[in-house]
């Protein structure tokens, strides 16, 4: 539990304000005779209380802020497995790691860039880039823009998995190019 903060800073808001209530009760109630205490519990009781209440707001806001912050990550399916180029018509299926399954925010930021596999041309400036969200199988309205442009993705109710297909897609001028996709940002946030 330690060593995932997450659960362990969960935890901790959860006992930290019954644990700051039963302190601070204990502290009202007096000895039965006060001037023969030799050790100030009432002040230990009251500090610990106020002490313990503070750890739990602190855990308390860093478990919200664990929980809403956006998150930076890793996308596979950009490069073929065959290691040749990509070209007009070819479909990259961008995957999240397993460990976002199912997603854990309700929106992806994608920027992808293409990089022209020849020295002269424009082909990385010229294509139009097709998204379309596969939520738990089934294919959602696709969305196309310009290599580099963002494009946030909705992946709403996600039960178990979502990918993103991108197709790349040239005018009958450019239809021979060949590029190489790059992930420049992804970003799964609220």
Not at 5 to 13: K, R
Not at 46 to 71: F, H, M, P, Q, W
Not at 143 to 153: D, E, H, R, S
Request: glycine fraction near 6%; include cysteine.
């Amino acid at each position: 539990m330690f060593l995932d903060l997450e659960v362990a800073s969960q935890v901790a808001s959860a006992l930290a304000l019954p644990l700051a209530v039963l302190l601070a009760i204990l502290a009202e109630v007096s000895p039965p005779d006060r001037a023969s205490a030799p050790f100030p519990w009432h002040k230990v009781l009251v500090v610990s209380a106020i002490v313990t209440a503070c750890a739990g707001l602190l855990a308390i806001g860093y478990a919200v802020r664990e929980n809403v912050k956006d998150l930076d990550t890793e996308l596979r399916g950009h490069t073929r497995t065959d290691g040749k180029p990509w070209t007009h018509g070819g479909t990259a299926t961008l995957e999240l790691p397993e460990s976002y399954r199912p997603p854990p925010r309700d929106n992806l930021t994608l920027v992808v860039t293409l990089d022209n596999t020849e020295e002269s041309g424009d082909c990385e400036k010229t294509a139009a880039l097709e998204f379309v969200p596969v939520l738990d199988g089934k294919k959602g309205r696709s969305t196309t823009v310009a290599p580099g442009t963002a494009v946030t993705i909705r992946l709403g109710e996600v039960r178990s998995t979502a990918h993103v297909e991108v197709t790349i897609r040239y005018e009958a001028a450019n239809i021979e190019c060949k590029v190489l996709m790059q992930i420049d940002k992804a970003v799964l946030h609220d």
